[in-house]
């Protein structure tokens, strides 16, 4: 069964560049702690993955790409030299980068935002100001709907 990530949780971040998942977010069917990638998103954001997502998702369309592809190269380096591999520790907390952190504008205070089958992790104040309306979220979730796609 997969992971579902849903609601919005607000979070200190300690001095050791550390943020707290949710329980019910960090954990894997048979109870066993979960591997995340986490990769520069848009808006100032941080996109959080869980491993079987990040491989389904992303690895396997990478390897697809042809090394002699310059700006697909170029844009796969840039990202993989940012991106970062975690896991939570015994308190559920993850480590941010410093370069994510920068990224997402982040300080002292995060929200995690579930987008159901990855984490967002942004500054409160751009969540704020990024949050949809909910007759917007209603006209995207239609058009899901209706062809599949966003």
Not at 30 to 45: D, I, M, N, S, W
Not at 67 to 84: C, E, M, N, Q, V
Request: charged share 25%; aromatic share 6%; proline share 4%.
């Amino acid at each position: 069964m997969e992971q579902i990530y849903i609601g919005t949780h607000p979070h200190a971040i300690d001095a050791q560049r550390r943020v707290a998942i949710p329980r019910e977010w960090r954990q894997g069917e048979k109870g066993e702690a979960l591997v995340f990638y986490q990769l520069p998103g848009r808006h100032g954001t941080i996109q959080v993955l869980p491993e079987s997502h990040f491989r389904q998702e992303i690895l396997e369309k990478i390897k697809k790409v042809s090394f002699a592809d310059a700006a697909k190269s170029r844009a796969l380096a840039t990202i993989g030299a940012k991106a970062s591999r975690c896991t939570c520790d015994k308190q559920g907390r993850v480590t941010l980068t410093p370069e994510l952190m920068e990224h997402a504008g982040l300080t002292d205070q995060a929200v995690m935002v579930g987008s159901f089958t990855t984490i967002q992790v942004m500054a409160p104040e751009r969540w704020s100001e990024n949050e949809m309306s909910t007759e917007d979220v209603l006209d995207q979730i239609q058009r899901i709907h209706e062809s599949g796609e966003l």
